[in-house]
């Protein structure tokens, strides 16, 4: 199986601030990585796909990149509604794993 | 608008079996691959596995292979998730997603709450 890494696991940020989460594959995977929002009651919503392109009705603050094993995710400007876990998922081969996950929180 | 609504969680015993269900509504249900991901408590996304459109198709991680099976209605526009030999390794929340493009899930339940303990 393919391992995710992300980093850091935990971020305290301000708000209006740019924030970027890393997620390292355990091998290249062709750009073929997802990334999703998990607010704290549960509710989880797709942010971007394929590494760089932004899902229907996702805020442009929110930005994707990279290559090869090494990918980021980049917001531009934290919003309130912004503060929750953020997990990368690679769909490279299968199965499907997710990394570990980040969580933004309020510094 | 696309909904998903998880059902058949609660309090099982070690050993026993559950049946999760997912109602889809809101999309065409037989144009889409589904899926089953699940997050135990204070820990991350972990991907169970997917059923194509016509369920000709299953794949699962394969740590859980042998103990859930993903299946579909069409006619009742209904996922399944049969599970198995239940150990306390597998209390989670259980969620279904849809498989839009770029195998992104692009949308979920709010997920069904298993707990496995005597």
């Known amino acids: 199986d393919i391992q995710m890494t992300q980093t850091p696991s935990s971020m305290p940020a301000s708000l209006g601030e740019r924030v970027t989460i890393s997620c390292r594959a355990s091998q290249g995977i062709s750009n073929y990585l997802n990334w999703y929002q998990q607010k704290p009651d549960g509710t989880i919503k797709p942010l971007i796909y394929?590494?760089?392109n932004l899902q229907s009705g996702v805020p442009s603050r929110f930005s994707g990149s990279g290559s090869g094993t090494d990918y980021s995710l980049t917001i531009s400007s934290l919003e309130p509604e912004d503060f929750a876990m953020y997990y990368c998922q690679q769909y490279d081969s299968s199965p499907w794993t997710f990394g570990g996950g980040t969580k933004l929180e309020l510094k | 608008e696309v909904k998903l609504v998880e059902s058949g969680g609660g309090l099982v015993q070690p050993g026993r079996s559950l049946k999760l269900s997912c109602a889809a509504s809101?999309?065409?249900?037989?144009?889409?691959?589904m899926g089953w991901v699940r997050q135990a408590p204070g820990k991350g996304l972990e991907w169970i596995g997917e059923i194509n459109q016509d369920s000709s198709t299953i794949n699962y991680t394969p740590s859980l292979k042998d103990k859930f099976t993903i299946s579909r209605d069409n006619a009742q526009n209904t996922l399944y998730l049969q599970m198995s030999k239940l150990g306390s390794e597998d209390t989670a929340i259980y969620y279904c997603?849809?498989?839009?493009?770029?195998?992104?899930?692009?949308?979920w339940g709010q997920g069904a709450s298993v707990t496995v303990s005597s």
């Open positions: 394929y590494t760089s």
């Open positions: 809101g999309f065409s249900f037989n144009d889409y691959w």
């Open positions: 997603a849809r498989a839009g493009s770029s195998y992104l899930m692009d949308a």
